[in-house]
């Protein structure tokens, strides 16, 4: 039989950054973990599970555009603590929604909106 090529996961997603050093810095103090790249490389990959989230500082990427990455945590509460610690502050703390997550947001220095959820 032939495969229908079905979607299996999401590998990464990337986001485009003005400052790479600021950005990577950013996502190290929440705990992300650098799989390749760094602060003064073009592309920065980081580890999320068996996915990834990948910064370009390529000057062709438009920025000023509005989306969301919402990203599974095992512990919202601890995260949002974390962030808190490291002079990042979120929009507003973690809540109950009614699609049966818990989350906050907060915002990159890209203004890139990052979620950080966990299903109730």
Known sequence: MESSGDIESLSAITLA??????????YRALGFRIVHGGENEAFTSFAL???????????????????RVIIYVSDVDAFYRRAKAHGIEPQFEPRDAPWNERYFHLTDPDGHELSFARPL
Do not use: C, Q, Y
């Open 17 to 26: 950054t003005h400052d790479m050093a600021r950005a990577v810095r950013f």
């Open 49 to 67: 599970g068996s996915s990834f989230l990948n910064l370009t500082g390529e000057t062709h990427a438009p920025i000023g555009f509005w989306g």
